[in-house]
C-alpha cells in the first residue's frame, strides 16, 4: 500500500512539475515583453513620436495627471504640441502583475519632463495598465501619482 502510494505521488510530480515550471517561464517572459514595451513607451513619450504612441494606447484609454484627467486623443495632442515633454524617465523599481489579458505594471520613477516651457523634475509612482486585445498590448491607463519625500 506504502509503496503504491509513494509511486502515486512520484507519478504525479513527475508529471506535474514540467507544467508548472513551463507555465512560470511563459509568465517571466510575458512580464519581460511587458517591461519592454513600457520602456520603448517611455523613449516615445521622450521623442514625441505620437503616431507610434497612437497605435499603443487604446481608444479608450484614460491618463490621470497632477493637472488633470483625459483621453487619448487629448494625451496625444499634448504631446505632439510639446504640452507636456516627457525628457527622460529614470525607472528604479518595476513591478508587474497579470491577470488573464490584462497587465498592471508599477514603475517608480523620477521624470524628467518640459511642462508649459518649464522644466522640472519629480518622483512618481507610475500605473500602467495593459490590455491584450487581438495578439497585441494595449495600453489601457497610465496615472502618474506624486511621491513625497527621498526616494
Known amino acids: 500500500m506504502m509503496k503504491q502510494l509513494v509511486f502515486i505521488l512520484f507519478i504525479l510530480f513527475v508529471t506535474l512539475t514540467p507544467k508548472a515550471i513551463a ?3 511563459i509568465n517571466t517572459n510575458l512580464k519581460q515583453e ?5 520602456k520603448d513607451k517611455w523613449d516615445w513619450m521622450a521623442e514625441k513620436n505620437a503616431d507610434t504612441l497612437d497605435k499603443l494606447f487604446h481608444e479608450k484609454s484614460v491618463f490621470v495627471h497632477m493637472g488633470g484627467s483625459w483621453g487619448k486623443d487629448q494625451e496625444l495632442n499634448i504631446i505632439k504640441s510639446g504640452g507636456i515633454w516627457y ?3 529614470d525607472i528604479h523599481e ?6 488573464r489579458d490584462t497587465a498592471i505594471l508599477l514603475n517608480r520613477i523620477n ?4 511642462v508649459g516651457g518649464n522644466e522640472v523634475t ?7 495598465v495593459y490590455i491584450k486585445e487581438n495578439g497585441s498590448w494595449k495600453l489601457g491607463s497610465l ?9
Open 143 to 151: 496615472s502618474f501619482t506624486k511621491l513625497l519625500g527621498e526616494h
Open 94 to 99: 518595476v513591478s508587474i502583475e497579470i491577470i
Open 111 to 114: 521624470l524628467l519632463a518640459e
Open 23 to 25: 507555465q512560470e517561464k
Open 87 to 89: 525628457k527622460k524617465a
Open 34 to 38: 511587458i517591461i519592454n514595451l513600457s
Open 122 to 128: 519629480n518622483p512618481f509612482m507610475v500605473t500602467e
